[in-house]
């Protein structure tokens, strides 16, 4: 065995359900037996003044400390999804997000969280038709980045996360990541890259880039972490990897801790994603994300002993 896999999950499954910490802890430690979460910027009021944010940090830190779960990283949730981030037309607003991410690296630092990241933008149909206008974005976007690294080392960091998105205008595509990617220097933490499995049905998307093992075998050795979501090639569906919807998706453990398995990397962090309809009852959310832990529980176990079948 080359490689070590630490199983946890994002807090977004928490988001108007379980919103603080003494509450989703719970859940994470005692329903589902896991010491390992990815904590989504969704369940942290960024926007609020220095004296809520610094209490949210030290609650979270304490509360975690308490119930003997590690934070892997801050990452972005919906809410931040749903802007156009370091990619929007409009430098004020690019400027927003920028300062926006700043507020997170510093909630970090007191929450004593060492990585922080996500989504990071998305191109206007405007900017994304027109080669000049979609240059300058990007180059915008990277020296963004590279600053917000810089910012990061200042503040004790590990590393600033970007993710590959399931847009055509966004980061999606091999070559984009490569470009974004950085191994950093003395005074900017690395770039690293989250992972999702679930990210490789951007339209207009053929043969590697629509093959989520592809993706995995490729950057195993320059994967910060993995996220987990059972999905389909034709939408980025964040199911739970329960019986009914690993029988419709095709995201399947073996094959993806196979794909990992030759990484020159001692660990790699696997983080179940599932995002839950609002409307679904609360039970059986923590019921599918049991069915999901044991899903995943089972497959590392087979791979550490050796036992790994072919896979689907």
């Known amino acids: 065995i080359l490689v070590s896999f630490e199983l946890g999950v994002n807090t977004c499954f928490a988001v108007k359900r379980w919103p603080v910490p003494a509450e989703w802890s719970g859940v994470v ?8 979460i990815q904590h989504t910027l969704d ?16 609650e979270l830190r304490e509360q975690c400390v308490g119930a003997g779960l590690v934070v892997e ?35 970090c630092r007191v929450a004593q969280i060492g990585r922080v990241g996500g989504h990071v933008g998305a191109y206007s149909v405007r900017d994304w038709g027109d080669p000049e206008p979609r240059d300058l974005r990007w180059r915008d976007l990277k020296a963004g980045l590279w600053r917000l690294a810089g910012e990061a080392r200042r503040q004790g960091l590990e590393c600033f996360y970007i993710e590959n998105l399931a847009s055509a205008r966004e980061p999606s595509t091999m070559a984009q990541v490569d470009d974004l990617l950085s191994s950093g220097d003395r005074d900017h933490t690395p770039i690293a890259l989250c992972l999702d499995v679930g990210h490789q049905c951007v339209p207009g998307s053929v043969g590697r880039e629509r093959d989520p093992y592809v993706w995995l075998s490729t950057y ?19 199911w739970p990897f329960t019986a009914e919807f690993n029988s419709e998706g ?17 660990n790699i962090r696997l983080i179940l994603e599932v995002i839950f309809p609002a409307e679904q009852d609360d039970e059986s959310v923590i019921a599918d994300l049991r069915e999901s832990v044991a899903y995943w529980r089972e497959a590392i176990q087979m791979y550490e002993r050796g036992v790994l079948g072919e896979g689907a």
């Open 29 to 36: 430690k005692d329903g589902l037996g896991l010491g390992l």
């Open 220 to 238: 195993a050795d320059r994967v910060g972490c993995v996220q987990l979501q059972q999905s389909t090639a034709t939408a980025d569906h964040h």
């Open 43 to 58: 369940l942290v009021e960024l926007g609020a003044g220095d004296e809520v944010l610094l209490a949210q940090a030290k």
């Open 73 to 107: 990283s801050l990452f972005t949730g919906l809410s931040a999804y749903a802007s156009s981030m370091m990619l929007d037309s409009r430098a004020e607003v690019r400027l927003f997000w920028e300062e926006w991410f700043v507020r997170a690296i510093s909630f």
């Open 250 to 266: 095709r995201i399947d453990a073996v094959r993806v801790l196979r794909a990992l398995g030759a990484s020159s990397r001692k």
